[in-house]
């Protein structure tokens, strides 16, 4: 038994040593990183409600170290451990995130995140914001989409438009862009990726056969195609009524195997009923025929 | 016969039986390095439960590790109460009456445990109520649970009816028995008295629970084999796995009474009443149990091992030739095919060899349900990207395995203690049937 413990002992010696190795480095070029504008009161109380939302169900209520049990502890980050780190490494963190802690790239924009630091920030007194540096000046193009469906071609005709110097607006030529549909399950491309002509239009033709809602309605989006992120795009979105009618039940309206208790079949919940009430009915019967033999001794 | 012989030839046999039933200085150190054992395995659990599931080596890819295997391995250790006592003993056969309260605390006990072992799987244990609450009567979870539920009452109620008539004779003529447990005895024999009309009570209560016992050991052991079966993942996607399941119980439960027999009549001093006859009886029992397993086996591994579905051929290849192989073959050769080749002699079938081939069945019989459980999981049909790589293989850890030991510990301590207590071979059945039923009682 000694031998157990010894070996208890040294395992968890040797796991608190690998968790505490694998340390998680801010990259240096990424540590200065600064906020481009001044913490508010009011940015600290939307950082409160994205942090609601995203962050304390790991890292629990600021203060009250009530942090969800995992494995590395997520810590509650008006502690020190946190609050050491510059706004940089914070930032990086969010960002980019490692298992399990997630990364927010995609999920908050980057003023949100800001936001989420001036919240964190706001536990630590002694916390002075470093000055803001403003963004350099975006010299890239800037494409807005817009999107109309045309009756008699039937195609979605999508426009881009660009912002030319002093305020003005013109049609965007040779923008790439491309057109996704709302599934049950995320977004599904319609058509190929296609390059907007000099009036800066492209047309899709849309599949005459894709289910739609009930009314016929498909949640259309299009965006444009720009991996390298070297424009600033804004995408259209329209609700059109398009595609097939369907007026499909939901999975789970009907009684079948897959779908919720409420609607489990009759004859499921007739076999186990019934074998429960006759199997028990027969094991109370003997527990109650076993009362009897002490009354039996008797006669 | 005169009635001072009776009196005799039952005094004999209550003495033989019950003679063991003390406190002694070997029961308290056993007991003693139980309750250790257990408390050490305790403080990895109490981990578990502070730190959470990750202190156990299953992620991601393996969410099912040793904990289900055990889960299936005690859900399989328990149905042996039913071969024995219900089909065998319906069938009329009467030599397995000294055998048959060690089936059954064997049944009892591994399916009190059954239940424990599915909860350490569970990161939120407290949550267990749920299962009833909320569950829904289209999961076999949920019917795993009921009949898993049944099967431990009418165990239980098994053990106890043929108890009260021997608690009866104990109060009153076991001078071992410790003083404070003669209330309790007397209060539980319910004032047995051999009347005629408590014994037809008794006998036909009995009768009801291994008709009924039949059909709810079948239940919890093929749906179990469900837990597993209605998923299509290579592996448990087989239609005879009930069968292969509950085949696989009785050998391992036939393992687990002829080592239990083992050692009760070598430490309870009861070579008369468990004899060569009985271990040799026992022993052609494992070998048709573990013939029929082996049918299933063939059928289980040749099919699909034919047809060479994309995912079945990864897993038979990992199974048989790959990273599985060794264990693999150790556990159908060592633990299926040798035992029974052993067993076909009669000089095998005697009690020491009997007991070292049982141990090894047993033994196997825990990593053969290791092996449906892991392999399967860690081939899934879409794998997860960009995971780290011990998601990928799994390895359980020391915390995890402490925590599987734990239920065995709990097993060894209850059948300990029905068997310390309670005399291991029925004494009120053995002397009705050696005729010398005569017993009167004040």
């Not at chain 1, 630590?124 to 350099?136: E, F």
């Not at chain 2, 048709?288 to 047809?307: A, M």
Request: with cysteine; glycine share 6%; net charge positive.
């Amino acid at each position: 038994m000694r031998f157990n413990k010894l070996l208890l002992i040294f395992f968890i010696f040797s796991v608190g040593t690998r968790v505490s190795a694998q340390t998680w480095v801010v990259p240096d070029d990424q540590k200065g990183v600064v906020a481009s504008f001044k913490f508010t009161p009011d940015m600290q109380k939307q950082g409160e409600q994205i942090y609601v939302k995203n962050c304390q169900s790991c890292h629990g209520q600021m203060g009250k170290d009530n942090w969800a049990k995992l494995t590395p502890p997520p810590g509650d980050l008006s502690k020190e451990k946190a609050q050491v780190q510059t706004d940089g490494e914070l930032f990086y963190r969010i960002t980019a995130g490692k298992v399990p802690m997630p990364e927010f790239r995609n999920i908050l924009a980057e003023d949100d995140r800001w936001w989420v630091i001036a919240y964190i920030r706001s536990f630590n007194p002694k916390y002075v914001q470093p000055n803001p540096v403003a963004k350099a000046a975006f010299t890239g193009r800037i494409v807005t989409l817009a999107m109309q469906y045309s009756d008699p071609m039937k195609k979605i005709v999508v426009s881009a438009t660009e912002q030319l110097k002093e305020g003005q607006t013109g049609p965007a030529a040779g923008v790439e862009v491309m057109l996704y549909v709302k599934r049950y399950f995320g977004s599904m491309q319609v058509g190929d990726i296609k390059t907007t002509n000099a009036k800066g239009e492209v047309m899709f033709e849309f599949p005459a056969d894709l289910p739609g809602n009930k009314d016929g309605f498909v949640e259309v989006t299009a965006r444009v195609n720009d991996p390298k992120s070297v424009m600033k795009t804004t995408p259209a979105n329209a609700a059109l009524a398009i595609g097939a009618k369907t007026d499909k039940p939901s999975l789970t309206d009907t009684r079948a195997w897959w779908s919720v208790r409420s609607q489990a079949p009759i004859w499921i919940l007739l076999t186990y009923t019934l074998s429960v009430i006759i199997v028990w009915g027969f094991i109370l019967y003997i527990v109650y025929s076993i009362m009897k033999i002490r009354k039996l001794s008797k006669g | 016969m005169t009635m001072d012989e009776n009196k005799l030839t039952f005094d004999k046999i209550t003495a033989d039986l019950t003679h063991h039933i003390r406190i002694n200085k070997g029961f308290l150190l056993w007991m003693g390095f139980l309750t250790v054992s257990l408390l050490v395995c305790l403080y990895a659990y109490s981990l578990q439960l502070r730190n959470g599931l990750g202190v156990a080596g299953i992620r991601d890819y393996v969410t099912w590790g040793m904990y289900l295997a055990n889960f299936v391995f005690f859900v399989a250790a328990s149905l042996i109460g039913m071969l024995i006592s219900a089909v065998l003993g319906l069938i009329g056969m009467k030599w397995l009456t000294p055998i048959t309260r060690i089936a059954e605390t064997i049944a009892v006990a591994f399916a009190a445990v059954a239940g424990l072992v599915i909860v350490s799987d569970m990161g939120r244990p407290e949550r267990l109520a749920y299962v009833f609450l909320y569950g829904r009567p289209q999961s076999p979870i949920l019917w795993d649970v009921t009949v898993i539920t049944t099967y431990f009452v009418l165990s239980l109620l098994l053990l106890f009816l043929p108890l009260i008539a021997d608690m009866a004779i104990i109060h009153r003529k076991v001078p071992t028995l410790p003083s404070w447990l003669k209330p309790v005895y007397k209060f539980l024999s319910l004032n047995f008295t051999n009347h005629p009309e408590q014994n037809k009570i008794i006998n036909r209560s009995i009768r009801i629970l291994l008709i009924l016992l039949i059909p709810a050991a079948l239940s919890i052991h093929t749906v179990t084999s469900w837990l597993f079966a209605v998923t299509s993942r290579a592996g448990w996607d087989s239609t005879v796995f009930g069968p292969y399941f509950v085949s696989g119980a009785f050998v391992a439960g036939s393992a687990a009474v002829i080592i239990a027999m083992f050692f009760f009549r070598k430490n309870y001093k009861l070579e008369n009443y468990l004899t060569d006859m009985h271990f040799n009886n026992m022993g052609k029992v494992l070998a048709t149990v573990s013939l029929v397993y082996l049918y299933f086996n063939i059928n289980e591994f040749l099919v699909p091992g034919y047809k060479l579905k994309h995912a079945d051929a990864i897993h038979l290849q990992e199974l048989f030739a790959g990273k599985d192989a060794i264990l693999f073959w150790i556990v159908q050769l060592g633990g299926l095919i040798i035992p029974i080749l052993f067993l076909l002699f009669r000089r095998f079938r005697n009690p020491m060899p009997l007991m070292l081939i049982s141990a090894a069945v047993m033994i196997a019989a825990w990593f053969k349900r290791y092996l449906i459980v892991v392999p399967t999981q860690e081939h899934p049909f879409l794998p997860i990207q960009h995971v780290p790589q011990n998601f990928v293989h799994y390895t359980p850890t020391l915390i995890e395995t402490l925590i599987t030991i734990a239920p065995f510990i709990l097993v060894l301590i209850i059948i300990t203690l029905i068997s310390k207590f309670f005399p291991v071979i029925p004494l009120h059945e053995t002397a009705v049937e050696k005729g010398v039923d005569h017993v009167k009682f004040d």
